[in-house]
């Protein structure tokens, strides 16, 4: 199948430096690492505002191809843990659909999580989480 769209990012230098969007895209970002004292976008973020962003306007393409109202909000929080070896990254998505029955929004949110690339990659990972919540918590508990 041919590709829809890509698009080359490049990093020369690890957490220090820039990474950097190749052609006309023009995207270029300081970058650092959460556990480090230094100016930067990090990992964590980059990984939320993917999963918010790609996941939260998959929701609505299928509630606009329900007829329904698009109606969501997403909030995700990455934190990064020790693992056995290194670290990992803990992924809790909350997802806020407050003109929708419990029930039928958490059926636009498994269609979703089968159509969104993003949440294809992650939502098989054990700590990895989405959540239908009614307001959004500072504090997700592990597997809400």
């Known amino acids: 199948m041919p590709s829809l769209y890509h698009t080359f990012v490049q990093n020369h230098n690890g957490l220090t430096g820039t990474s950097f969007v190749e ?9 650092s690492s959460s556990l ?3 100016p930067g976008t990090n990992p964590e973020q980059f990984i939320g505002l993917a999963l ?4 939260n306007a ?4 299928v509630q606009h191809r329900q007829h329904q109202p698009e109606d969501s909000q997403l909030r ?5 843990e020790h693992d056995t070896i290194g670290y990992r990254f803990v ?4 997802i806020r659909m407050p003109g929708y029955a419990p ?13 969104c690339p993003v949440a294809k990659l992650l939502k098989d990972n054990e700590t990895v989480h989405f959540a239908l919540v009614d307001e959004f918590s500072d504090e997700p508990q592990l597997g809400e």
């Not at 029930?103 to 159509?115: V, Y």
């Open 23 to 31: 052609g006309n895209e023009g995207l270029a970002l300081g970058v």
């Open 36 to 38: 480090l004292k230094e």
């Open 52 to 55: 918010a962003t790609c996941f």
């Open 58 to 61: 998959t929701i609505r393409i």
């Open 76 to 80: 995700v929080r990455v934190d990064i």
């Open 91 to 94: 992924v809790h998505a909350q």
């Open 103 to 115: 029930a039928d929004a958490q059926a636009i949110i498994d269609q979703a999580l089968d159509e």
